[in-house]
């Protein structure tokens, strides 16, 4: 079963590359990117849209990072909560039995 993953996985990034590459070799005319403050030099149209595509992963690569950090430190707090409540819930149920 691994095998297969892991030859879907492979078969899937072939295609990624080669539908990639269709893409840059039929978008080639250039355009020139106005960003307001800054005039970027012409480019072929594949290679800004594949740039906004890479800086759109990072984003929401480091979105989903800091979330992920911020859910665990969640967590953590709260599973020392739980252990300082157990902890006092112990305490008082074993002055109760003497």
């Known amino acids: ?4 993953r892991q030859g879907l996985t492979l078969l899937l990034a072939v295609g990624a590359v080669a539908a990639g590459g269709l ?3 039929q978008n080639t005319e250039e355009i020139p990117v ?3 403050l800054v005039k970027l030099p012409a480019q072929p ?7 906004a595509l ?3 992963v990072v984003i929401g690569l480091g979105t989903g990072s800091l979330l992920a950090l911020r859910r665990s430190a969640t ?3 709260l599973r020392k ?3 300082r409540l157990l902890a006092a819930a112990e305490k ?3 002055l109760d039995s003497q």
């Open 1 to 4: 079963m691994r095998w297969l």
């Open 23 to 25: 893409f840059s070799l």
């Open 34 to 36: 106005d960003l307001i």
């Open 45 to 51: 149209v594949a290679i800004w849209i594949l740039a």
């Open 54 to 56: 890479a800086v759109g």
């Open 75 to 77: 967590i953590r707090r």
């Open 81 to 83: 909560q739980r252990d």
């Open 92 to 94: 008082g149920s074993g």
